[in-house]
């Protein structure tokens, strides 16, 4: 038995080559209930960079048992969070824990794009961003606008 290729050309090589980023309205339509207050495309892509330039320098919390903990330590920094994470009970109770220490917290619409903008294949549910000397002016623009964003109903 011999396989058939697949046409380069074909249809479904089309439909792969188009969707293989998802836009930002397409990632919209996965988010949960409790996703606010939530991060607009342009506050999104700055946190990502953001993200980016802490990992290099090794100061960020990933994955929910290692945020939970240094919250609860008394860390400081900022808090993204997948807004496409199910069920919603792996991570609800981290709001909470924020608005008691006041952290400033914010959703981003893809939990794969998070993981990704933190070097690891795997994707993550949440994020803190401690701030460090080397990006602080990225750190800074980013807190000023998540600190912006409206609180949450």
């Known amino acids: 038995m011999t396989k058939i290729k697949a046409?380069?050309?074909?249809?479904e090589a089309q439909a792969e080559a188009c969707c293989g980023e998802r836009t930002y309205h397409e990632l919209l339509v996965n988010l949960n209930p409790i996703a606010q207050p939530l991060a607009s495309r342009r506050l999104t892509?700055?946190?990502?960079?953001?993200?980016?330039?802490?990992?290099?320098?090794?100061?960020?919390?990933?994955?929910v048992k290692e945020v939970q903990k240094f919250i609860n330590k008394g860390e400081k920094g900022i808090m993204v969070l997948a807004g496409?994470?199910?069920?919603?009970?792996?991570?609800?109770?981290?709001?909470?824990m924020c608005e008691d220490r006041n952290l400033p917290y914010v959703y981003i619409p893809?939990?794969?794009?998070?993981?990704?903008?933190?070097?690891?294949?795997?994707?993550?549910c949440v994020i803190?961003?401690?701030?460090?000397?080397e990006y602080q002016e990225a750190y800074d623009e980013c807190l000023e606008e998540v600190q912006a964003l409206p609180p949450p109903m």
């Open 110 to 124: 893809s939990k794969t794009d998070l993981g990704a903008a933190a070097g690891s294949k795997r994707p993550t």
């Open 84 to 96: 496409d994470t199910l069920p919603i009970e792996v991570y609800c109770h981290l709001p909470v």
């Open 45 to 63: 892509r700055k946190l990502y960079k953001c993200i980016k330039k802490a990992v290099k320098q090794k100061q960020i919390r990933r994955g």
């Open 7 to 11: 046409d380069p050309d074909g249809p």
């Open 128 to 133: 803190m961003v401690k701030p460090h000397e």
